[in-house]
């Protein structure tokens, strides 16, 4: 595996399988190690548009005998999760992110996050040229004062952009799920 990332070829071969996506998604959503009982038991709901006291034992029989034997070592070998197959343990690896493009709900209009921070940059620079400059009401603004400004419209950018992220890429269902029901 190159470690420059992951071929187009190989994430289109990865993501073929709807019940890899849902793997992927589940992980994303719960975000650490999480035991292949209970990724079974998610991905066979959404697969079959059921609740987990409607899942029969054949369903889930399905499901985790795929996830065991094909599923997850094929994740495992492109290094997109870490899977203990005696541990019956799962968790994303670092080479997950490079599949965020593909899995992520492109169906509701995205904030344009680089005009956003376009602009936010427009903005500090003029600030910073009006302190410069003793432009009034500029002149009201210390350097220090400019500095913190900056600074924390830069910080709470930035977490409001992670908290967007998390929001609209690892709660609720897939989207392709989300498309189904017209959410």
Known sequence: MASSGLSQDQVFEVLKSPRRRYALYYLRREGGVVDLS??????????????????????????????????????????????????????????????????????????????YYLALSLGSILLVLGVWFNIYPFTLVSGIATAMIILIAYGVSAIGQYLYYRRRTVQGLPPELRRAEGQ
């Open 38 to 115: 209970d990724l079974t038991d998610q991905v066979a709901v959404w697969e079959n548009d059921t609740t987990l006291s409607g899942l029969t034992s054949e369903q889930r029989k399905r499901v985790y005998i795929s996830l065991y034997q094909t599923h997850l070592p094929k994740l495992d070998d492109a290094g997109i999760v870490e899977y203990d197959r005696d541990a019956g343990t799962i968790s994303l690896s670092r080479r997950a992110r490079e599949l965020d493009t593909y899995l992520g709900d492109v169906s509701r209009p995205a904030i344009p996050w680089d005009r």
